[in-house]
């Protein structure tokens, strides 16, 4: 098998349209996307869009040997991540260094800037999200003391091998050698918040099976909350701007089949546009199953994404070096 992160999102997009084409048999039930219309389209189905009815994922067993204290770190390394990429991208500017010591090896971040807004609202979401998110870090940190881990290295450049390059490369949205500029313009920059916010939602739901402290389990419920929010702010403005701009809507599906890919190999993720509605326009702002449940990602599948990846690392994507924390490897594909 290719360890090439690319290849194999590619390879297993086929997989997945055939997955989703057997579910049904027996269940019943602007600027971006032009380079890749022919990978979307073997990426998806009838329109790419997500498979409402899907059983979201069990809530994960607690792990013996994994404490509050290491999914709280966990949690910490996803929250650096968003907190620089929206404190670029809203601010010009990262986090202090204040807010990034701890244990662990300390790294820099690569990449990141001011977008150029020209929608007032959007300018104004972003700088709401990136405070919440820079409360989060700072939550997370004065929780756990001494324990908090520092901030990994991390990559939201825009270069033609950086993370987010690689990402649109991998949904097909940019071609060979291509760099995909999320701070570019207002589209870009949902697209690359997108990437984050669903992760980041069905992470925390998956961390609720391996928090024992209630004090903990209440902190986690509320951030995972605020994440909710945000994503559903992100995929509600996407949606509106798509109607007017299909691509964008071809676009975020494009990622939600390739975020699907990485994280194993039941169908999870779900992208902006329903279907089975008899409208190619109909909305799916909030990706649950048939009871209005949203679903979960384990640790594992969560790195996955992260990393770019769907085998076993412990390093790539976003995070160069890796996470910090003894949580830090992503699952084996087909897990």
């Known amino acids: 098998m290719t360890n090439d992160p690319i290849l194999q999102v590619l390879e297993a997009c086929e997989q997945r349209r055939n997955a989703r084409r057997d579910f049904i048999r027996y269940a019943g039930t602007a600027a971006v996307a032009t380079a890749g219309a022919s990978l979307l389209a073997a990426c998806s189905d009838s329109g790419g869009g997500p498979i409402n009815g899907a059983t979201p994922t069990p809530t994960p067993t607690a792990t013996t040997g994994v404490t509050d204290a290491d999914v709280f770190n966990f949690a910490l390394n996803l929250e650096y991540l968003e907190a620089q990429f929206y404190a670029f991208a809203a601010n010009g500017s990262g986090l202090p260094n204040s807010s990034l010591t701890g244990t662990g090896t300390q790294g820099a971040v690569t ?6 807004f020209s929608d007032p609202l959007v300018a104004r979401y972003a700088r709401e999200i990136a405070a919440d998110e820079l409360a989060h870090v700072n939550f997370l940190r004065a929780t ?62 998956g961390a609720v099976g391996f928090i024992s ?24 403005v996407l949606y509106r701007k798509g109607v007017a701009t299909p691509a964008l809507l071809d676009a975020a599906d494009a990622i939600s089949n390739a975020r699907d890919s990485l994280d194993g190999s039941t169908d999870l993720d779900q992208g902006i546009r329903a279907t089975g509605s008899g409208s190619t326009l109909a909305s799916n702002i909030v990706p649950t199953d048939n009871s209005g449940i949203a679903f979960s990602r384990t640790p594992g599948q969560v790195l996955n994404i992260v990393y770019l990846n769907r085998t076993a690392q412990t390093a790539g994507g976003f995070f160069p070096n890796g996470v910090n924390g003894t949580i830090r490897q992503s699952a084996a594909s087909g897990t």
Not at 219 to 229: D, F, L, M, P
């Open 111 to 116: 990449g990141g800037r001011q977008v150029t």
């Open 144 to 205: 756990l003391g001494s324990a908090a881990v520092a901030q990994p290295a991390i990559d939201i450049g825009v270069t033609a091998t950086s993370a987010f390059s690689n990402a649109a490369r991998a949904a097909g949205l940019i071609g060979t050698g291509a760099a995909f500029d999320v701070y570019a313009n207002d589209e870009n920059f949902l697209l690359g918040a997108y990437i984050f916010e669903d992760v980041g939602v069905t992470a925390y739901k």
């Open 213 to 236: 402290n209630k004090t903990f389990l209440e902190a986690a419920a509320g951030i995972h909350a605020a994440e909710a929010y945000h994503a559903g702010l992100v995929r509600t």
